[in-house]
């Protein structure tokens, strides 16, 4: 089994719609992240977790939220999903203790998004 | 500002042939650098990474990259190319400051021919 999943693989939805994405992992690991990958712009992290109280803004968390709901599950919410959402979501993972820029990270397979 | 360059976005090779993929960065203290791959419908997977001393890097599945202060370059390099090496490669940079992000090139995919 892999180590981070996330659900759903495939998902497509309208403007203006609520979207959950979710991620959970079994490597035990403390610390989560969501990027997003996008055509020709590589990975841009949107949110990342040290801990269950411990949730940080990245790059680009504008029309973006998070929840930690546990150590094991990080998920991402689109609270009103518009078109330029479309792209991959990936979750990944960390041990830790070091920095985001120092750790690590553990991908899961990504989610595709479409927003019509 | 932090910021990584991978100047070829598409390589093609011949498979048994050697492969070197270009990765530029631009960052103000001594780097953390790092490749991973990702093959068709999968996650990133950690290739090698680099934070300080010895400057050739040896990675998973034959893979080594060179840090070169004095080029701001981080090349990653495999002497003999197979099938299984086809996918898309990032280069990172980690930054030690500030939000301590970890920042991504925009890929170059590899295709190996027979």
């Known amino acids: 089994d892999a180590d981070v999943t996330q659900t759903p693989r495939n998902r497509i939805t309208k403007t203006g719609k609520r979207i959950m994405l979710e991620c959970s992992q079994t490597?035990?690991?403390?610390?989560m992240y969501w990027y997003r990958q996008d055509p020709g712009l590589g990975l841009q992290l949107i949110y990342y977790?040290?801990?269950?109280?411990?949730?940080n803004k990245g790059e680009i968390s504008d029309g973006y939220s998070v929840s930690r709901q546990a150590q094991a599950k990080f998920s991402l919410s689109l609270e009103s999903a518009i078109p330029n959402q479309t792209a991959l979501y990936f979750c990944?993972?960390?041990?830790?203790?070091?920095?985001?820029?120092?750790?690590?990270?553990?991908f899961g397979p990504g989610t595709r998004l479409t927003v019509l | 500002a932090q910021s990584v360059t991978q100047p070829d976005i598409h390589i093609t090779v011949s498979e048994g042939a050697s492969l070197e993929l270009r990765c530029n960065y631009s960052y103000g203290a001594t780097p953390y650098l790092f490749w991973y791959v990702q093959s068709p419908g999968q996650g990133l997977q950690l290739l090698l990474k680099y934070f300080s001393g010895d400057t050739l890097v040896q990675g998973i599945k034959g893979f080594e990259a060179e840090f070169k202060r004095s080029q701001s370059s981080f090349n990653l390099r495999k002497p003999s190319v197979h099938w299984s090496d086809a996918a898309e490669y990032f280069c990172a940079v980690g930054a030690q400051t500030g939000a301590n992000n970890l920042f991504f090139g925009t890929g170059t995919r590899l295709t190996v021919i027979p």
């Open positions: 490597k035990g690991h403390d610390r």
């Open positions: 977790s040290f801990d269950v109280k411990d949730i």
């Open positions: 990944a993972t960390s041990e830790g203790p070091g920095r985001v820029s120092t750790d690590t990270q553990y």
